[in-house]
């Protein structure tokens, strides 16, 4: 059974920081592309960074370019979004998900999905 558990999440002040952490099972985990996505209330979920299969190539949406980086380690299974300068505006629930490629915001490239993380900050 596959699984991805997202953790990390939490509240903080504007300009902090957080690391998510997505921790997969029951998959090969390099063999999927993984993506992280996040849906504020009352908004549509969105994509906010992507990371190939080896790491080597990440792509971020334009709003959290700079100050969000994405990682993974396939030794642990492990996908890592590092989050800075965090804004009132990043307040939203986050979801990683793992995928075979094409659009990266798509969200119907990505075929498991967690069950998110809180993230809250505060002005």
């Known amino acids: 059974q596959v699984q991805l558990v997202e953790s990390g999440g939490g509240s903080v002040q504007a300009g902090g920081s957080l690391r998510l952490s997505c921790t997969a099972s029951g998959l090969s985990f390099d063999d999927y592309v993984m993506g992280w996505f996040r849906q504020a209330p009352g908004k549509e979920r969105e994509g906010v960074s992507w990371i190939s299969r080896s790491g080597q190539t990440t792509l971020y949406a334009d709003s959290v370019k700079g100050r969000f980086t994405i990682s993974r380690d396939n030794a642990k299974d492990t996908l890592y979004l590092q989050m800075n300068s965090l804004k009132p505006e990043d307040t939203a629930m986050y979801y990683c998900?793992?995928?075979?490629?094409?659009?990266?915001?798509?969200?119907?490239?990505?075929?498991?999905w967690g069950q998110g993380t809180q993230v809250t900050v505060s002005s």
């Open positions: 998900a793992a995928g075979y490629g094409g659009s990266w915001k798509s969200e119907s490239n990505y075929k498991y």
